[in-house]
């Protein structure tokens, strides 16, 4: 047990977390001395991290095969947990599998079997059903928003990855939403629930109307986009077309922004959230794949353009801004003769009397085209842009990187001057390409 803490606190050290929050610390202790556990608690309180501690701490660092199965709804929320994972630096491989990719590259990830799989339903259920790994040792099974994800696997892909892990000793499952009938083949008739939802708790948030004259609220957006100001924030659409419409219309006002939403391919949403993590972003246009299951910082405000369709559409909007401690503005984006559900209530006007220059980003994003699997580390590619970009370290922002390539914020100002000093240069002992990413 002495072991067990000292190694939760230098994983927490690496994750500059210095004290769990009360969810947090129930929850570990409710997995720790349960066989079945199931987590309700508010987006932004902590679950994964609550999950993952357990978990690794139950890890043996003699077996080579598959230990722990971790299920999620979206390959943003894989990507994001495969991440956290990496951070903590256990020294446990882990591997996240999903829908979107080519089969050939998981197996190219997957020639060294991971201690920990994360996957999506589908792509779970496909490598399960054609025995491309052993499931004998798979003893912790989490499944994380489980309300979408057995959504997602009700096709058949859940009860089949709930049928290959037979040794599963102990199940956790969590959710951000009120409880749901389970299916009677996950097997938690006799789960401890941790019950975070119910809670009352001052909200942060404050939730305003603004009006738009016109049914054509383009303008009206525009205007309270001014007002904002350069701070972070996300622009909720319903539907694609109109969030595509209402991109090419604040091209055309040269208002820096970026996209997310099931429309554009995987590896493009990926990369709108990491200029939007490190800051040569700060305007995303995003459908309701973005309010929950994705990485990004705390948002200042969001908006909803369109009016969203259900509770449950809203709530996770507005989690995007005021989490955990923080406090955060929701606007209603409202024609006059539109009126507002039920659910959302009273929400006082915004009067938009002052306006701000919405500057370019003081960042840009620049590609660089080696990574993890080319043994380049963020050292490496600080000591690179360093030595040969001849920068100082208040011009080098975050660092992504990736299995393939890399990331690097740094002054918009700069960026070509950069490209010019660094692309086709080596980097360990390969010749990289750097690039602006547009």
């Known amino acids: 047990m002495a072991n067990q803490i000292k190694n939760q606190t230098e994983i927490l050290k690496k994750l500059n977390i210095y004290q769990l929050n009360r969810m947090q610390e129930e929850a570990i202790e409710l ?28 890890l043996d660092p003699s077996i080579r095969d598959i230990q722990a199965v971790i299920v999620v709804p979206s390959r943003e929320l894989a990507i994001q947990i495969e991440q956290v994972i990496r951070v903590m630096g256990s020294g446990y491989k882990v591997n996240a599998i999903y829908g979107g990719r080519a089969i050939s590259k998981d197996k190219i990830d997957l020639k060294t079997t991971p201690s920990i799989l994360i996957g999506t339903p589908g792509r779970l259920s496909d490598h399960f059903s054609k025995g491309r790994f052993t499931t004998e040792q798979v003893k912790t099974l989490v ?40 299916p009677s083949y996950i097997q938690m008739d006799k789960a401890h629930i941790l019950n975070y939802l119910s809670e009352k708790k001052e909200t942060k948030l ?51 922004h970026t996209c997310f939403h099931a429309g554009i391919d995987q590896k493009e ?24 299951g994705i990485d990004i910082p705390e948002m200042k405000y969001i908006i909803h353009y369109e009016i969203p369709e259900g509770i449950e559409e809203f709530t996770h909007r507005n989690g995007r801004t005021a989490r955990v401690n923080s406090k955060g503005m929701a606007y209603m984006l409202k024609w006059n003769k539109e009126s507002l559900p039920d659910f959302i209530g009273k929400a006082a006007v915004q009067n938009i009397d002052t306006k701000h220059e919405l500057k370019e980003p003081f960042w840009e994003t620049l590609f660089i085209s080696g990574g993890r699997k080319d043994k380049i ?8 842009f360093f030595k040969q970009g001849n920068i100082n370290k208040d011009q080098l922002g975050v660092i992504e990187l990736k299995s393939d390539c890399a990331f690097v914020a740094v002054p918009k100002s700069i960026s070509e001057k950069l490209i010019g000093r660094l692309n086709n240069t080596k980097l360990k002992k390969k010749k990289v390409r750097v690039k602006i990413l547009n």
Do not use: Y
């Open 269 to 292: 949403r990926e990369r709108a959230l990491i200029k939007l993590r490190n800051g040569s972003a700060t305007i995303l246009l995003a459908s309701d794949l973005a309010s929950r």
């Open 377 to 384: 580390s963020k050292g490496d590619i600080a000591g690179l």
């Open 31 to 58: 997995i720790d001395q349960n066989e079945n556990t199931i987590i309700l608690s508010p987006t932004g309180t902590g679950k994964t991290l609550a999950f993952l501690l357990p978990l690794i701490a139950r």
């Open 206 to 256: 404050t939730l305003k109307t603004v009006i738009s004259t016109s049914k054509n609220k383009h303008n009206s957006l525009l205007e309270l986009l001014h007002f904002l100001g350069n701070v972070p924030g996300i622009v909720f659409c319903n539907k694609k077309d109109s969030l595509e419409n209402l991109s090419s219309f604040l091209k055309k006002k040269k208002i820096i």
């Open 143 to 182: 499944i994380d928003e489980f309300d979408i994800s057995f959504e997602v696997g009700a096709g058949g892909d859940m009860q089949g990855i709930i049928n290959s892990l037979s040794n599963v000793t102990k199940k956790v499952l969590t959710s951000a939403t009120k409880e749901m009938e389970l």
